[in-house]
C-alpha cells in the first residue's frame, strides 16, 4: 500500500491542495495531527481532509480547538491563533476533530502527533528521547509530528542514529525500530518555507520526502484578512 503521510497542516488550505496535487496515485492518506491551529482556513482543511477520506490522529492544536486546557500552554501569538479558531470552526469540524484518536496502529506502524508516550504533547527532538519512547509502542515503526522538523530516529545499541532528509530522499525501514517525522505541511520549521511529507509504501517498507512549493502570499493574505498575529504571517516566508 502506498501512502501519503502529512503532518501539521495548521489550516494551510494553499498548502493542503499544493500538497494534494502532487499526490498522484495512491492507496491512502495519514495524518499526524495540528490539522487546526495558525491558519486562516480550518473548516476549508478539515472539509478537504474528510474529502479524501484521510485517517488520522489528534494534535494538541487540534484538542485546544475544542476548547481545551492546552490553550493554556501556548505562546501568545499561538494562543491569539487558537482564539480565533474557537470561535470560527463549524459544528461538523468540531464533530470531527472531536472523533480522532491520540493514537492509530495501521499496517504496523503507530500514528501519534508528539509521542508515543505523550501523544499530544511531547515533542521527539533528540535521540535519547526518541531512545526513551522505544518502549512506548508496539509496532517496529513509529510515524509522528509536532516539531514541523523532517527527520529520522533509527534505533542504535544504546541510543537512536539521527537523519535529516531532503526532498526526495528515501530511507528503507530495515529491522530497526524506528521514530519517522514528515515534516510539516503547513508550517514548515527546517528553513524551508515548501510543504513537507513523506510517501510511504508500506510493503516494500521506503519512505521518501518530498517538498512542494505553494502560494504563499495567498496564505498570509488569508491570515492578515483575519486578524491572526503577524509573527505567525511572516515567519511563512521563512520556513521557520
Not at 509530528?145 to 539521527?162: C, I, K, N, W, Y
Request: charged share 25%; proline share 7%; aromatic share 6%.
Amino acid at each position: 500500500m502506498r501512502v501519503a503521510v502529512l503532518s501539521d497542516i495548521h489550516a494551510n488550505l494553499v498548502a493542503l491542495d499544493a500538497v494534494i496535487a502532487s499526490l498522484g496515485s495512491l492507496d491512502a492518506v495519514w495524518h499526524l495531527g495540528d490539522v487546526v491551529g495558525y491558519g486562516p482556513e480550518p473548516d476549508a482543511v478539515i472539509e478537504r481532509l474528510r474529502g479524501i477520506g484521510a485517517r488520522g490522529v489528534s494534535g494538541n492544536h487540534d484538542v485546544a480547538a475544542l476548547g481545551g486546557d492546552e490553550i493554556d500552554y501556548f505562546n501568545p501569538d499561538a494562543r491569539a491563533a487558537m482564539q480565533w479558531t474557537r470561535t470560527r470552526i463549524g459544528p461538523e469540524a468540531r464533530t470531527w476533530l472531536a472523533g480522532l484518536p491520540e493514537r492509530l496502529e495501521i499496517e504496523g506502524f503507530t500514528l501519534v502527533h508528539g509521542s508515543p508516550r505523550e501523544p499530544t504533547w511531547e515533542y521527539v527532538t533528540s535521540g535519547r528521547v526518541a531512545h526513551e519512547n522505544l518502549a512506548a509502542f508496539d509496532t517496529p515503526f513509529c510515524l509522528h509530528g509536532h516539531t514541523h522538523v523532517p527527520v529520522v530516529f533509527l534505533e542504535a545499541e544504546r541510543s537512536m542514529d539521527v537523519l535529516a532528509p531532503r526532498d526526495g530522499a528515501e530511507l528503507v525501514l530495515d529491522e530497526r525500530r524506528a521514530l519517522v517525522n514528515p515534516g510539516s505541511v503547513g508550517q514548515p520549521r527546517d528553513g524551508d518555507p515548501a510543504a513537507s511529507y513523506l510517501v510511504l509504501d508500506t510493503e516494500r517498507r521506503v519512505v521518501r520526502w518530498e517538498r512542494v512549493p505553494y502560494a504563499i502570499p495567498e496564505t498570509q493574505a488569508a491570515m492578515r484578512a483575519a486578524g491572526l498575529p503577524a509573527p505567525l504571517i511572516r515567519r511563512l516566508d521563512f520556513g521557520q
